[in-house]
Nanobody, 129 residues
Framework: QVQLVESGGGLVQAGGSLRLSCAASGRSGRAFPSLAMGWFRQAPGKEREFVAGITRDSSTFYADAGKGRFTISRDNAKNTLFLQLNSLKPEDTAVYLC????????????????????WGKGTLVTVSS
C-alpha cells in the first residue's frame, strides 16, 4: 500500500499562485522513485480530469488547461510530489488529487484515472475572481 497526502490548497485571487504537495508513504516496497505520479482535479458536478503527469525519470506531460501555467515536479529523496500553480483562473477551482501508478508510464499522453493504483484524498483550490 502507498498512502498519499496532499496539502497546499487554499483560497487565492485570480492571477495568484499556489504550490501543492503530495507526501507519499508506505511499507509495501513500492518505493516512491519507482512510481509514476499524476495530479488530477475534480470540480463540483464534473468528472475527474487529468492535470499533469510525471514519469519515474521526471519526464512531464500536461493537459492543455495547465500548459504554461502549471509545473509538476518530484523530490524522490523526500518522497514528495509537487504541483506549482501559477496565473490561476476561477475555472481552476477544484479538488486537486495526486495519484500513483505502479505500471510503466512513458509520458507524452494524459494519464487515465482508471489506470492509477493509489489516490490521495485531495486538497481544495478555490480561485476567486
Amino acid at each position: 500500500q502507498v498512502q498519499l497526502v496532499e496539502s497546499g490548497g487554499g483560497l487565492v485571487q485570480a492571477g495568484g499562485s499556489l504550490r501543492l504537495s503530495c507526501a507519499a508513504s508506505g511499507r509495501s516496497g513500492r518505493a516512491f522513485p519507482s512510481l509514476a505520479m499524476g495530479w488530477f482535479r475534480q470540480a463540483p458536478g464534473k468528472e475527474r480530469e487529468f492535470v499533469a503527469g510525471i514519469t519515474r525519470d521526471s519526464s512531464t506531460f500536461y493537459a492543455d488547461a495547465g500548459k504554461g501555467r502549471f509545473t509538476i515536479s518530484r523530490d524522490n529523496a523526500k518522497n514528495t510530489l509537487f504541483l506549482q500553480l501559477n496565473s490561476l483562473k476561477p475555472e481552476d477551482t477544484a479538488v486537486y488529487l495526486c495519484a500513483a501508478k505502479i505500471g510503466f508510464y512513458s509520458g507524452g499522453y494524459p494519464m487515465n484515472p482508471g489506470d492509477m493504483d493509489y489516490w490521495g484524498k485531495g486538497t481544495l483550490v478555490t480561485v476567486s475572481s
